[in-house]
């Protein structure tokens, strides 16, 4: 790192955060803190652990009105690949699936709704004009197959061969694809860095792509509200409900979203794949979790049978 920002490093400490890569805050002197993300040492840095992918949309992204995302410093190829960026001060939380402390309702209605205005400022990034038209796009077919694959390798008592009937009843009702979007892939407050009711900047972008934007607009409505939400573990007044982000959304964008139930029975399908992996882990570690388990059947019937979302 130092050889990197020509300077010595003074102290490094690791950072919680991503799933797939190791994130490290240093200390730079004459510089200050800042982040580096590093791919697993031993393992082939593709996928998930491919942080030059990372740096190279957090590149494309500064400087886009409206979008805070962290600025890339330096860039190394060498084994392990790494970038570094700014380190952007604030706090992060999970309003309805986390414990930590909640801030002030009007911070948090604040913080929810310009997270909403931001995604579609994201949304509205022409790929091509931001140099990531080389991206193969994810389509819905895709998406779609991916989970029901996942679904398909669980032994859980509970499917009976209702994530076949998912699958089927997506792909027979499959909306019409709108222009692909760079898409976050995990967009959510605990993926951001906020001060007061101002989002700083939307981190870890491991499994961004190419796709649907609606897949990314369901993710954040279906994990950021308590209601019908099987993984919500309190309900924060100041926390707009569903319709009220989507409207947020959708004035940003300046036009109403087509076909969102579909994509929110997808987000579904996708979360009961989520789980029952999770769930497939813990029997064969020897420690069970019904909880997660009695999720998946549920989840399936929502894939099965999409609601509004407006009322939620």
């Known amino acids: 790192m130092g050889r990197l920002l020509g300077a010595d490093v003074l102290d490094v400490r690791a950072l919680?955060?991503?799933?797939s890569s190791i994130t490290l805050l240093a200390t730079v002197a004459g510089i200050g803190p800042v982040v580096v993300k590093v791919a697993p040492d031993g393992l082939a840095p593709v996928g998930n652990r491919d942080v030059l992918r990372q740096a190279a949309v957090l590149h494309a992204l500064d400087g886009v009105d409206g979008l805070a995302v962290p600025r890339v410093l330096a860039t190394d190829a060498a084994a392990p690949p790494l970038f570094v960026m700014t380190h952007v001060a604030g706090d992060s939380f999970e309003p309805v699936n986390g414990d930590d402390e909640l801030p002030p309702d009007a911070v948090?209605?604040?913080?929810?709704?310009?997270?909403?205005?931001?995604?579609a400022r994201l949304h509205a990034v022409d790929p091509v004009a931001a140099g990531l038209g080389g991206e193969a796009v994810v389509t819905l077919d895709e998406e779609v197959e991916r989970w029901h694959r996942a679904l398909d390798t669980l032994d859980l008592d509970r499917l009976d061969g209702a994530h076949h009937e998912g699958a089927d009843a997506l792909r027979q009702s499959m909306p019409e694809p709108v222009a692909p979007a760079v898409i976050h892939g995990?967009?959510?407050?605990?993926?951001?860095?906020?001060?007061?009711?101002?989002?700083?900047?939307?981190?870890?972008?491991?499994?961004?792509?190419?796709?649907?934007?609606?897949?990314?607009?369901?993710?954040?409505?279906?994990?950021?509200?308590?209601?019908?939400?099987?993984?919500?573990?309190?309900?924060?007044?100041?926390?707009?409900?569903?319709?009220?982000?989507?409207t947020e959304y959708e004035d940003a964008r300046g036009a109403a979203v087509a076909d969102l139930d579909w994509f929110m029975a997808l987000v579904a399908f996708k979360q009961a794949a989520t789980v029952g992996l999770i769930a497939k882990h813990n029997r064969r570690a020897g420690h069970p979790d019904l909880t997660f388990e009695a999720a998946v059947p549920v989840l399936l019937s929502r894939a099965r049978s999409p609601r509004g979302v407006r009322h939620g």
């Not at 948090?108 to 995604?119: F, I, K, V, W, Y």
């Not at 009711?197 to 870890?204: E, K, Q, R």
């Open 16 to 19: 919680p955060g991503g799933r």
């Open 108 to 119: 948090l209605d604040g913080r929810a709704r310009a997270a909403a205005r931001m995604l």
């Open 186 to 246: 995990d967009w959510r407050l605990g993926n951001m860095i906020a001060v007061g009711d101002a989002v700083a900047a939307v981190i870890d972008w491991e499994i961004w792509a190419l796709g649907d934007p609606r897949v990314d607009l369901a993710w954040f409505l279906a994990t950021s509200v308590f209601a019908d939400n099987v993984f919500a573990r309190r309900d924060p007044p100041g926390m707009p409900s569903r319709g009220e982000l989507l």
